[in-house]
Protein backbone atom coordinates (compact mmCIF):
# COMPACT_ATOMS: atom_id res chain seq x y z
CA UNK A 1 0.00 0.00 0.00
CA UNK A 2 1.49 3.62 -1.06
CA UNK A 3 1.30 6.40 1.50
CA UNK A 4 1.22 10.19 0.97
CA UNK A 5 3.93 11.89 2.26
CA UNK A 6 5.76 15.20 2.47
CA UNK A 7 8.34 16.00 0.07
CA UNK A 8 11.14 18.32 0.63
CA UNK A 9 12.39 20.17 -2.31
CA UNK A 10 16.36 21.19 -3.00
CA UNK A 11 16.57 23.08 -5.75
CA UNK A 12 14.48 26.58 -6.14
CA UNK A 13 14.25 26.32 -9.94
CA UNK A 14 11.83 23.19 -9.23
CA UNK A 15 10.13 25.22 -6.52
CA UNK A 16 8.81 27.63 -9.22
CA UNK A 17 7.89 25.41 -12.10
CA UNK A 18 5.61 23.72 -10.02
CA UNK A 19 4.33 27.27 -8.77
CA UNK A 20 4.13 28.61 -12.41
CA UNK A 21 2.65 24.90 -13.11
CA UNK A 22 -0.31 25.98 -10.64
CA UNK A 23 -0.65 29.88 -11.14
CA UNK A 24 -4.92 28.99 -11.24
CA UNK A 25 -4.29 28.08 -7.65
CA UNK A 26 -3.14 31.54 -6.71
CA UNK A 27 -5.77 34.98 -6.78
CA UNK A 28 -5.98 37.14 -9.70
CA UNK A 29 -6.29 34.65 -12.24
CA UNK A 30 -2.63 34.86 -13.07
CA UNK A 31 -1.19 34.97 -16.54
CA UNK A 32 2.73 34.46 -16.59
CA UNK A 33 4.54 37.03 -18.58
CA UNK A 34 8.61 35.68 -17.85
CA UNK A 35 10.07 33.71 -15.43
CA UNK A 36 13.66 34.52 -16.12
CA UNK A 37 13.61 38.46 -15.84
CA UNK A 38 17.02 39.99 -14.60
CA UNK A 39 16.86 42.72 -11.52
CA UNK A 40 19.36 43.89 -9.21
CA UNK A 41 17.39 41.83 -6.78
CA UNK A 42 17.75 38.43 -8.42
CA UNK A 43 15.84 36.33 -11.20
CA UNK A 44 12.33 38.08 -11.60
CA UNK A 45 9.41 36.19 -12.17
CA UNK A 46 6.37 38.46 -13.48
CA UNK A 47 2.96 37.85 -14.19
CA UNK A 48 -0.16 40.36 -15.03
CA UNK A 49 -3.71 39.25 -13.35
CA UNK A 50 -7.18 39.64 -14.05
CA UNK A 51 -7.13 43.34 -13.94
CA UNK A 52 -3.80 43.34 -16.32
CA UNK A 53 -1.71 44.64 -13.74
CA UNK A 54 1.40 43.32 -12.86
CA UNK A 55 2.22 40.43 -10.02
CA UNK A 56 5.64 39.48 -8.92
CA UNK A 57 6.24 36.16 -8.09
CA UNK A 58 8.78 35.23 -5.34
CA UNK A 59 9.69 32.10 -3.62
CA UNK A 60 11.99 30.48 -1.36
CA UNK A 61 12.60 27.23 -0.27
CA UNK A 62 13.01 27.75 2.92
CA UNK A 63 11.55 30.44 5.76
CA UNK A 64 13.37 33.45 5.52
CA UNK A 65 12.52 36.65 6.37
CA UNK A 66 15.15 38.03 3.32
CA UNK A 67 12.10 37.58 0.90
CA UNK A 68 10.86 40.78 2.16
CA UNK A 69 13.75 42.40 1.17
CA UNK A 70 14.22 41.21 -1.74
CA UNK A 71 10.21 41.86 -3.02
CA UNK A 72 11.15 45.13 -2.12
CA UNK A 73 13.95 45.51 -4.33
CA UNK A 74 12.07 44.17 -6.89
CA UNK A 75 9.17 46.59 -6.86
CA UNK A 76 11.63 49.38 -6.76
CA UNK A 77 12.99 47.90 -10.12
CA UNK A 78 9.96 47.23 -11.77
CA UNK A 79 8.69 50.59 -10.62
CA UNK A 80 11.67 51.87 -12.62
CA UNK A 81 11.02 50.20 -15.64
CA UNK A 82 7.30 49.75 -15.57
CA UNK A 83 6.70 52.16 -18.65
CA UNK A 84 9.12 49.70 -20.48
CA UNK A 85 7.75 46.96 -18.85
CA UNK A 86 4.31 48.02 -20.32
CA UNK A 87 5.67 48.83 -24.21
CA UNK A 88 7.50 45.47 -23.82
CA UNK A 89 4.30 43.30 -22.39
CA UNK A 90 1.84 45.34 -24.83
CA UNK A 91 0.58 42.38 -26.52
CA UNK A 92 -0.53 40.82 -23.33
CA UNK A 93 -2.48 44.04 -22.63
CA UNK A 94 -0.06 44.76 -19.23
CA UNK A 95 -0.87 48.70 -17.78
CA UNK A 96 0.75 50.44 -15.43
CA UNK A 97 -2.10 52.15 -13.86
CA UNK A 98 -2.02 50.30 -10.13
CA UNK A 99 0.77 49.23 -8.07
CA UNK A 100 2.19 45.70 -8.58
CA UNK A 101 1.02 43.13 -6.65
CA UNK A 102 3.27 40.49 -4.89
CA UNK A 103 2.62 37.32 -4.54
CA UNK A 104 5.40 35.41 -1.75
CA UNK A 105 5.85 31.79 -1.08
CA UNK A 106 7.42 30.22 1.10
CA UNK A 107 7.01 26.70 3.57
CA UNK A 108 6.15 29.56 6.03
CA UNK A 109 5.83 32.60 7.79
CA UNK A 110 6.52 33.86 11.29
CA UNK A 111 4.22 36.28 12.58
CA UNK A 112 6.92 38.99 13.17
CA UNK A 113 7.30 38.57 9.11
CA UNK A 114 3.68 38.94 9.13
CA UNK A 115 3.39 41.89 10.73
CA UNK A 116 6.27 43.77 8.89
CA UNK A 117 4.38 42.76 5.64
CA UNK A 118 1.36 44.74 7.20
CA UNK A 119 3.77 47.62 7.95
CA UNK A 120 4.69 48.34 4.49
CA UNK A 121 1.81 49.15 3.23
CA UNK A 122 2.09 47.55 -0.47
CA UNK A 123 -0.24 44.90 -1.64
CA UNK A 124 1.63 41.49 -0.69
CA UNK A 125 0.33 38.36 -0.33
CA UNK A 126 1.61 35.37 1.29
CA UNK A 127 1.20 31.76 0.42
CA UNK A 128 2.38 28.76 2.35
CA UNK A 129 3.31 25.69 0.67
CA UNK A 130 3.65 22.10 0.91
CA UNK A 131 4.74 19.20 -1.62
CA UNK A 132 3.31 15.82 -0.88
CA UNK A 133 4.36 12.75 -3.13
CA UNK A 134 2.33 9.73 -3.46
CA UNK A 135 4.11 6.95 -6.05
CA UNK A 136 6.34 8.90 -8.20
CA UNK A 137 4.08 12.45 -8.54
CA UNK A 138 4.63 15.15 -6.55
CA UNK A 139 2.04 17.63 -5.98
CA UNK A 140 2.30 21.06 -4.94
CA UNK A 141 -0.54 22.84 -2.02
CA UNK A 142 -0.42 26.04 -1.77
CA UNK A 143 -2.75 27.71 1.53
CA UNK A 144 -3.27 31.21 1.24
CA UNK A 145 -2.28 33.24 4.78
CA UNK A 146 -3.93 35.77 6.29
CA UNK A 147 -1.95 39.23 6.73
CA UNK A 148 -3.24 41.78 9.86
CA UNK A 149 -4.03 44.72 8.53
CA UNK A 150 -3.39 47.95 9.61
CA UNK A 151 -6.68 49.29 11.33
CA UNK A 152 -7.03 52.84 9.80
CA UNK A 153 -8.31 55.10 13.04
CA UNK A 154 -7.58 57.54 15.30
CA UNK A 155 -4.31 57.89 16.92
CA UNK A 156 -4.43 55.63 20.14
CA UNK A 157 -3.07 58.86 22.68
CA UNK A 158 -5.18 62.20 21.76
CA UNK A 159 -3.24 64.89 20.04
CA UNK A 160 -3.74 68.46 21.94
CA UNK A 161 -3.67 71.32 19.71
CA UNK A 162 -1.83 74.42 21.34
CA UNK A 163 -2.57 77.69 20.18
CA UNK A 164 0.29 79.89 19.28
CA UNK A 165 1.04 81.83 22.14
CA UNK A 166 1.14 85.98 20.79
CA UNK A 167 3.39 87.52 23.49
CA UNK A 168 5.84 84.23 22.88
CA UNK A 169 8.12 85.83 19.60
CA UNK A 170 11.04 84.01 18.38
CA UNK A 171 13.84 87.44 18.48
CA UNK A 172 16.53 86.09 16.83
CA UNK A 173 19.91 88.69 17.43
CA UNK A 174 21.85 89.62 14.24
CA UNK A 175 23.90 87.05 13.95
CA UNK A 176 21.09 84.06 14.00
CA UNK A 177 19.11 86.00 11.44
CA UNK A 178 22.62 85.85 8.70
CA UNK A 179 22.79 82.38 9.57
CA UNK A 180 19.41 81.34 8.55
CA UNK A 181 18.48 84.10 5.99
CA UNK A 182 20.16 81.75 2.90
CA UNK A 183 17.99 78.72 3.99
CA UNK A 184 14.27 80.18 5.09
CA UNK A 185 14.48 83.52 3.81
CA UNK A 186 10.22 83.77 3.79
CA UNK A 187 9.98 81.89 7.60
CA UNK A 188 12.29 84.08 9.66
CA UNK A 189 9.78 86.73 12.10
CA UNK A 190 10.13 90.11 11.06
Request: with cysteine.
Amino acid sequence: MMKLHRVSLHDPAVLQNMILTQLDDLTGGLELLESGLSSESGPLCLAIDQDRCFVLLISTLHEDDAILVRALGQIGWLNRHRSLLVRLFSKCGAESSQSPRVVLIAPGFSSVFQEAVALTGLDIELYQYRVLGFEHQQTLLLDPVGVPRRRAGPPAVPVLVIPPDPSSRIVLTDAERNFFEGAFPKSLPA
